[in-house]
Nanobody, 111 residues
Framework: QVQLVESGGGLVQPGGSLRLSCAAS????????MDWYRQAPGMQRELVAT???????NYPDSVKGRFFISRDNAKNTVYLQMNNLKPEDTAVYYC?????RGQGTEVTVSA
């Protein structure tokens, strides 16, 4: 059974940082494309970071230079380092792998 469990969300002030984690079981993340998506209330789901098996990463312009995806194959965990957070980054963040999704972790950026 595949499980993806996100953690690390919370309330942070604008300009602050958070690191999200996605602990995987039932799959080996090193063999999969791993994505982080987010969805704000009333908004469409947005892809914010991708890491493929060879370590290449990709980001949309909205987060490029601020968000960084990485993985620890030994821990079977994917991370999303988010820096210089803005109120518009407020959303529930989800980890995805090969059609599976976690329950999400909520990020709120507010003064």
């Amino acid at each position: 059974q595949v499980q993806l469990v996100e953690s690390g969300g919370g309330l942070v002030q604008p300009g602050g940082s958070l690191r999200l984690s996605c602990a995987a079981s039932g799959i080996e993340i090193r063999h999969h494309v791993m994505d982080w998506y987010r969805q704000a209330p009333g908004m469409q789901r947005e892809l914010v970071a991708t890491i493929i098996s060879n370590g290449v990463t990709n980001y949309p312009d909205s987060v490029k230079g601020r968000f960084f995806i990485s993985r620890d194959n030994a821990k079977n965990t994917v991370y999303l380092q988010m820096n210089n957070l803005k109120p518009e980054d407020t959303a529930v963040y989800y980890c995805h792998a090969s059609g599976f999704r976690g329950q999400g972790t909520e990020v709120t950026v507010s003064a």
